[in-house]
């Protein structure tokens, strides 16, 4: 490997920990976690083995959330949910797992120190998400063939619904491969669309081998958002944001859209149950920061307006009195997935038909546990292959 190949991606995946977490961010962490186990009724009907094979899924079983609390790495993303995921996205629990691994001996310093990946996925995106494509599915069905399958209509006027609105999706369990088959059964057990995908999309990924076991702890958005808010004056954040920002707290309205509120009511609004209440991206991330993240990673999107985001959150942190530190962004804008994970001619062809290049659910279907092992020959790789704007990144 020539000098202009370095560091390679295994080497920009292995981090130093922040550290073992203070008194406040362990509080914090210890909140947030009896917070999740007491919703969790929110996110699934499940009772007996299936709802305790949904907390380990999620992460809410015990041992990991007593690693999270403790744990001295904790890298965090942000996905959005839906039953699809494209590259680069695709692989970024992988490399939130191959992150985990390479940085486990220096977490280890640490009394009982391990990475844990801290998963806030937005739940609360819309139909016309075209990042993430939550109006269909496209996968292998029971014969192998690769199908798109519609679950809601793209008319304009439906586009705004959010995935938190809308019912978990009918699927014939027959008309399923194998790795489908496993993932629906459990994640049939969830209240909406949006969990229903957030359940299925984390099975598929552990099939692929993703996650370390008790490596992951999974926290949508709302909910995060709503455990911050049960030691903080919503009240306050809400004048501190209008003071800061033009952009507002929003709510899932009677329509299924998002509505805007104000700071006279976003606290009414809050306390209705089962309210999801929806900050902007920058407050979310000003709390996130509270719970001492190591690293993030993140796509192309992100690597462009974290500079900017992070001006806002520190707007912020002032306003309301916080002060934490901005964790380091490793962003990954390219998986060449062509050349690790090969599809047969006729999905190539069909998913061209879509523009589509490849997606998780055929990833996993084709490939299964072996499809951690086949991305695993990108950590030799220059990071620059992954991330070719690394020097410009740099310099912003």
Avoid at 221 to 232: K, P
Avoid at 354 to 379: F, M, N, Q
Wanted: glycine share 8%; aromatic share 8%; proline share 7%.
């Amino acid at each position: 490997m020539s000098a202009g190949d370095r560091p390679t991606l295994a080497e920009r995946l292995t981090v130093r920990p922040a550290g073992a977490p203070d008194a406040e961010v362990r509080r914090r962490r210890e909140r947030l976690c009896t917070y999740l186990r007491e919703v969790e009724g929110r996110v699934h009907g499940a009772r007996g083995e299936a709802a305790a094979e949904i907390r380990a899924l999620l992460g809410w079983d015990d041992e990991t959330l007593d690693a999270f609390i403790a744990s001295p790495l904790v890298t965090h993303s942000s996905p959005h949910t839906g039953m699809n995921a494209f590259p680069p996205m695709l692989g970024f629990p992988w490399a939130q797992r191959s992150l985990q691994t390479l940085s486990a001996a220096a977490a280890a310093r640490t009394p009982n120190g391990r990475p844990i990946h801290l998963r806030t996925m937005v739940v609360h995106n819309n139909l016309g998400d075209l990042r993430w494509r939550p109006y269909a599915w496209w996968h292998r069905g029971a014969g192998g063939r690769v199908e798109k399958t519609a679950f809601f209509p793209r008319r304009h006027g439906e586009r705004r619904k959010v995935l938190l609105a809308l019912p978990v999706p009918a699927i014939d369990p027959a008309r399923c491969c194998g790795s489908d088959r496993r993932a629906i059964s459990i994640a049939r057990h969830a209240r909406n669309y949006a969990y229903f995908a957030l359940l299925y999309r984390a099975s598929l990924e552990r099939e692929a081998g993703f996650h370390l076991p008790h490596g992951t702890l999974e926290a949508p958005l709302n909910l995060l958002n709503a455990a911050v808010f049960r030691d903080e004056s919503l009240a306050a954040w809400a004048a501190a944001l209008e003071r800061v920002s033009t952009r507002r707290f929003r709510t899932v309205g009677t329509s299924g859209e998002l509505v805007e509120l104000g700071a006279a009511n976003a606290p009414a609004a809050a306390a209705l149950e089962g309210a999801s209440l929806i900050g902007p991206n920058f407050l979310s991330f000003a709390q996130i920061y509270a719970f001492g993240i190591t690293t993030l990673i993140g796509a192309e999107k992100m690597a462009r307006y974290v500079a900017e985001m992070n001006g806002e959150v520190a707007a912020l942190h002032a306003a309301i009195g916080w002060k934490h530190p901005f964790p380091a962004l490793i962003p990954i804008t390219r998986l060449p997935i062509g050349e690790v994970v090969p599809l047969d001619e006729d999905a190539r062809s069909a998913l061209a038909g879509w523009g589509i290049a490849a997606s998780l659910p055929i990833a996993v279907a084709d490939h299964g546990s072996r499809l951690k092992e086949r991305l695993d020959a990108l950590l030799a790789r220059g990071y620059r292959e992954l991330f070719p704007d690394a020097t410009s990144a740099r310099s912003s």
